[in-house]
T-cell receptor, first 112, second 115 residues
Framework: DSGVTQTPKHLITATGQRVTLRCSPR?????VYWYQQSLDQGLQFLIQ???????AKGNILERFSAQQFPDLHSELNLSSLELGDSALYFC???????????FGPGTRLTVL | DAKTTQPPSMDCAEGRAANLPCNHS???????VYWYRQIHSQGPQYIIH???NNETNEMASLIITEDRKSSTLILPHATLRDTAVYYC????????????????FGQGTILTVHP
């Protein structure tokens, strides 16, 4: 158990819908990262927040957005969902901006 | 971040040492070598990391060549539960670099431990 929690574990929704994935970092960790893992793309970095501020962006679509709240939990919002958004979404956290990252168990999103 | 090259798959007998190689010939002086593994769609699990000295923890040992162009992750006594995809990643640590903390995952090595 890494100490990072993600909810929900599974999410099934339809195309065009909007969903929110939640991540609680390890106690004391200030940085949160979001990654997407699809069958054809592998594990890809989406976005990083550090103490409430966006720090780095990867291959995140404009339909996706994220935020980190004052209590340091983070949410990843996915809108106008397409079939290709079906993937595992992982959250990771680290104490600082570039320390070792510890991953949560992931949320499996299925778009039908 | 430097690119890494790993064999796509490896086999190991249970109880034997598993030696997973990684080539990172373009690594920069301030880049660390990280190893993670992912067991069947679970979240990636941190194993070990190092800069230039060999490192050991309760999970594994990391051997980095003197020129830092390659490294080997050693699982000293592999068990069936070590069957996973192993990722070798190099990235800048500390406050330097514009990529901050992101990890760039390649295809990794699928390690299969046999009874």
């Amino acid at each position: 158990d890494s100490g990072v929690t993600q909810t929900p574990k599974h999410l099934i929704t339809a195309t065009g819908q909007r969903v929110t994935l939640r991540c609680s970092p390890r106690s004391g960790d200030l940085s949160v990262y979001w990654y997407q893992q699809s069958l054809d793309q592998g594990l890809q970095f989406l976005i990083q927040y550090y103490n409430g501020e966006e720090r780095a962006k990867g291959n995140i679509l404009e339909r996706f957005s994220a935020q980190q709240f004052p209590d340091l939990h983070s949410e990843l919002n996915l809108s106008s969902l397409e079939l290709g958004d079906s993937a595992l979404y992982f959250c990771a956290s680290s104490p600082d901006r570039t320390d070792t990252q510890y991953f949560g168990p992931g949320t499996r999103l299925t778009v039908l | 971040d430097a690119k890494t090259t790993q064999p796509p798959s490896m086999d190991c007998a249970e109880g034997r040492a598993a030696n997973l190689p990684c080539n990172h010939s373009t690594i920069s002086g301030n880049e660390y070598v990280y190893w993670y593994r992912q067991i069947h769609s679970q979240g990636p699990q941190y194993i070990i990391h190092g800069l230039k000295n060999n490192e050991t923890n309760e999970m594994a040992s990391l051997i980095i060549t003197e020129d830092r162009k390659s490294s080997t992750l050693i699982l000293p006594h592999a068990t069936l539960r070590d069957t996973a995809v192993y990722y070798c990643i190099v990235r800048v640590d500390g406050a330097g670099g514009t990529s901050y903390g992101k990890l760039t995952f390649g295809q990794g090595t699928i390690l299969t431990v046999h009874p």
